[in-house]
Every structure is written in structure tokens, then in C-alpha cells.
């Protein structure tokens, strides 16, 4: 659950400390499991911060992240930029989305910060939509190139990444998963390194004990697939059935529709 939104620009609405405490607060009191925080722009509020820009400070951040522990709860920051990057690191957050190194020049990669970043086991979520083509032409080539370099490297350097979509935002529908699972084996993720991804590697950026792996001890939380998906890709998109703690759920809509509302 997702259930922390950016509080407002900096630069316009003043947030304090009352204000993030109370609204950390009243999202645990809903029945939060988690808190994400808009620490960077995202382009898509009118008038709002640009993607690199920060939208609460670094010690706002120490603070929410400090909070939220105080309720049991770990912390996902929404961060573009460089700085804000840094700033989510040092707070100590439990996962990253995005995390793409921008700057008001372009991509500012910095070993050091994902040095750290490695070093406090602090996950990526790079929020790639599952028709990642369609955002590779909207970027042209150069940019996409650079993004996807700027991923390989990350990974280089010891980034665990784990596997999420952007849906929501206009182009990104919300059935397709396996897209996202997709564009990550374009650039060299084994088929088993993505599959760890959404299972294993997600579990553990979220804490989660109880799932993640077909093991003694574990929830029963399974999907069965008609084929191997370590030696075909598309079998993920035969999905035959999937099961909740052991409950078999109700048979899914194809891959790549909308869900009904």
C-alpha cells in the first residue's frame, strides 16, 4: 500500500515537521504497510518541481523515514535527481523508484552514492512500463541509450534492482508486468536474475519473510505457468493459474488489458 503522497513543492507550500509527522500518522492509522514519499519531482503535477529537483530536505527526509519507523513502517522514495538521490540514501530508505540520476545538465551518475546505497541494502525499483518500446521512442534513441547504459552500470556496481512498473502515468497500462520483466532481459539480465526480481529480490526490499520462494515454512503464493520460464520467455504470459496463500484466485484478464474499476 501505497498511501504517502509528496506533501507539496518546497519552493511553494511550506511542509513542517507537524505536517509530516501528522500525515505519517494518519496513513498508519488507515491501515499503511508502507510509505512512499515524492522526495523528487515526477513531470507530471502542472507547475510542480522538475524531476531533479527536491522536494523536501534532507533532514525532512531523515525525519519521515525516522517516523514512519516509529510506526513499524519502512519508506519508498520516488527520487530523479542526483542530490535527492543522495539525500534518500543517507535517510536510509528501504527502496528507490526510479533512480535515475538526473541532473538540470542531463544524467549525473555517481559510483559513490550507489556505493552506498549497495552498502546499506537499499533496493531500485526502476518503474519501467511494460511498453518500454513505445517510451524509447518518445525519448529518441540517444536519451534511451544513455538510461539504459546508466542501468547496466548500476548493475555493475552492485545494485540490487527489483522489479515494478510506472502504471498510472499516460502509455502504461496495469496488465502488463511481464513487458517490464522483459525490457531488463534486453539488457543482459538473465532470465533468472529477472525472475528473482519479482520474487525473491521484491520480498526482501519489503521485508517480507513469509514469501518470495517455494520453500518449507513459506505462504503458498504461487504461479503456475504453462511452461518453463527460464528457458521461455513467453511463458509468462501463459498464466494457467495463481495461487494466495495457498487459495487459488480467479482466472486473469489477458495479459496486457486494463483491469475493470
Known sequence: MQLFAHLGPLRSTAVSDDDIRAGIARNAAAGADLIKVMASGGALTPNGPRMWEAQFTARQLRLIVEEAARHGLAVAAHAHGTDVIAHCVD???????HCSWRTAEGIGYDPEITRRMVENDIAVCRCV????????RQLGAE????ISETIRRMRKDGVRFIAGTDAGVPGAAFGDYVGMLDFFATLGFGRCEVLDMAT???A???????TGALTTGMRADLVVTDGNPLTD???LR???HVFAS??????????GTEQPT
Open 91 to 97: 535517510a536510509g530508505v528501504r527502496t528507490i523508484e
Open 200 to 202: 525473491t529480490g521484491a
Open 246 to 255: 495457498g487459495r487459488r484466485a480467479p482466472a486473469l484478464p489477458p495479459e
Open 143 to 146: 536519451r534511451a541509450d544513455a
Open 129 to 136: 512500463s511494460g511498453d518500454w518500446q513505445l517510451f524509447r
Open 238 to 240: 501463459r498464466i494457467r
Open 204 to 210: 526482501h526490499a519489503l521485508g517480507l519473510t513469509d
Open 233 to 235: 520467455p513467453t511463458a
